[in-house]
């Protein structure tokens, strides 16, 4: 048995029990090495196959940088016990909490709710599954702070070491989800509903299974999927009843378990504050730029309310009216970060193969896929004619993103009425609202709610990627916005069951934005200005033509985004001087402790014969005052301006 002044690995030196758990006895440490205290839990297991498992686990534990995970820091294996260094949280679990103090308030079981919905959020986006969301595995600090720890760690001694006294099914059953009760492994809905259940705990002092005396009544509570009504949740009764969906497809992702518990109770002001202040380690680059958006919920008080519930970054509004919210775009993967031409375009043109609506599949590319991101062409999918029921229309190829097309509706005064949006996304989404999803073919079409004045649809391409459809009223008087989206998703699945997104007609201009990656646009030396962001910890976007470079913590990020509109001027802000080009500065438009700069690259005429500016627009996030962040901003955008010229001929 480990003694007090026992050394782990020739570094850690442990110093007193803790707590005790599954795993055995929890130590206090201290790591000689880099002079910090940490916890430290042992595990004896029985075969090499266990200990790999949970050094597996461990790992995959360890790549997760959250301020409301308990990270890990270390695997130390000495044979048949195995040791687990993790960071030391001085702390109470809610266990001990409700034990000792009672049943919490629905607002103060909320705000640490939303917390550890914010942390499942994070690691289902990485790929771990918890597998023991439970009060025991929730720590509290005094100031309020919520982390989830043990990620995985359990689930891998059920899987290889213990044995529970419910047979096969492994975990805690009072707050086990039904699914697994039947035997079903472990998944990201399950940690949603153990998390849900935590907090009914929390709140009712019970089960949501009830009371019982043995293990095998809340199993077959579990099976029968027999919820106990709650009587003290207050605000909380109804995403309490979300979280605690008997059926795993209607509960709610962890992502919307957070919307859900922050829109209910928020997080008091001061843990804002600490969190605002935390500087535990964030997200990589790799991880996309909605784990950056997580951390940064967590991290400004005003992401705290209902409206910034809402995509966090909306597109900006149009000339002629219209101003519809964008699809974010989300990493497409690992490219070579030196290119800096890419696709067909880089080097011959006449290489470029394409077309439009008559674009035969490709040999290589099957029915129903987007295909190479740089290529496809979303206006393929859109047809003007196709919507005329709706009243007048016109193709609007050219504004906003580069992978966006839309159809404008007019009406019999030649206004425009309505608007149709197409865009090709990298990635899909975790998609909440869900009403219908239909399998046409080898295509599923998505149906989400009614957003006011918006109807969106999703359809899920072959090769895991996926095209939203988005139908926008612009006055009152207006076609409905559903009936729109749907005509132009049959439009899209149309399309789609003859073969892949139709290729585009030509490559872009030689002088075009369309030819760039983004990520090459600013250096190590240029981010600098910036402290703590860094080069190699960025993301690209749908055909890299937007890159966020983000700081560890997640507190600070720069932001490119190729874009295209009618004009700039005054209504984007205010004027600012970049290298020579008159661009337009606002503070605060993307969100709070935010300054964009919109840069112009050139003007033309688009294929319809608009008038149309090719643009970039560079936002920098971080806690600064709006005129510092903004000079920032302008000077990011100069030295951008700088590398576009020297990748790119003359305009």
Known sequence: MPESG??????????????????????????????????????????????????????????????????VFDFVD??????????????????????????????????????????????????????????ENILVTDEGIARLTDF???????????????????????????????????????????????????????SPYGEAEHPMAYLARA?????????????????????????????PDAARARKLLTRAAPPPPHIQEQLYDSR????????????????????????????????PRPVRRRRHPLAITAVALVAAGAITAGLVLFGPWASKDEGYKGGRTDAKPSATVQAGAIGDERTADPCGLLDAASLSRFGGTALDPDYGEID????????????????????????????????????????????????????ERAVLTTDGKQIRVIGKQLNK???????????????????????????????????????LDACTLLDATELKRLPGVEADNHDRGYGSWNCDWSSD????????????????????????????????????????????????HRTYRNSVGDPTTELFQLTVYAPQPDGQLCDTAAEFAAAAVRNIAKRLPER
Not at 20 to 43: N, S
Not at 477 to 492: I, K, T
């Open 553 to 600: 913590d997640g507190n600070r990020e720069v932001e490119i985004q190729f874009s295209r509109d009618n004009s700039l001027d005054a209504d984007d802000g205010t004027p600012v001087n970049v290298a020579g080009t008159k661009s337009y500065s606002i503070a605060d438009e993307a969100e709070d402790d935010s300054c964009t700069v919109r840069t112009p």
């Open 280 to 311: 535990v380690r964030g997200g990589h680059g790799d991880l996309a730029s909605r784990t950056l958006r997580l951390s940064r919920l967590l991290r400004h008080p005003r992401d705290f309310t209902p409206f910034m519930l809402q995509p």
């Open 6 to 71: 026992d050394r782990i690995a020739d570094r850690y030196l442990l110093q007193e029990p803790v707590g005790t758990g599954g795993m055995g006895v929890v130590w206090l440490a201290w790591d000689e090495r880099l002079e910090r205290r940490v916890a430290v839990k042992c595990a004896r297991l029985d075969n090499d196959r266990a200990t790999r498992r949970l050094m597996g686990e461990a790992r995959n534990a360890g790549r997760l940088h959250h301020p409301n995970i308990v990270g």
């Open 78 to 135: 000495e044979g048949a016990t195995c040791w687990i260094i993790m960071e030391y949280v001085p702390s109470r679990s809610l266990a001990q909490i409700v034990t000792e103090s009672g049943p919490l308030t629905p607002e103060e079981a909320g705000s640490i709710g939303c917390q550890i919905a914010a942390a499942l959020a994070k690691s289902h986006n990485e790929g771990v599954v918890h597998g023991d969301v439970t009060p």
């Open 477 to 515: 008087v207006s076609p409905d916005p559903c009936q729109l989206a749907d005509a132009a998703s049959d439009r899209v699945v149309g399309q789609l069951a003859e073969g892949p997104v139709p290729r585009r007609s030509s490559p872009p201009a030689k002088n075009s934005l369309a030819r």
């Open 223 to 251: 099976v029968e999927g027999h919820i106990e009504p709650a009587h003290r949740a207050g605000p909380l009764d109804e995403p309490l009843t979300a979280l605690l969906e008997v059926e795993p497809r209607r509960r």
């Open 152 to 206: 995985g760690i359990s689930r891998a001694l059920w899987s290889d070491v213990t044995h529970s006294t419910t047979g096969s099914v492994r975990g805690k059953p009072r707050y086990l989800a039904p699914e697994l009760a039947k035997g079903q492994p472990a998944g990201e809905k399950s940690d949603v509903f153990s998390l849900g259940a935590s907090l009914f705990a929390a709140v009712e002092g019970r």
């Open 404 to 455: 966006r097309c839309d159809v404008l509706v007019r009406n019999n005064s030649g206004d425009d009425n309505a608007d149709v949006q197409v865009n090709l996304d990298s990635d899909r989404d975790d998609f909440a609202d869900i009403v219908s999803t239909r399998l046409v073919g080898s295509l599923t079409v998505v149906t989400l709610k009614r957003d006011g004045e918006a109807c």
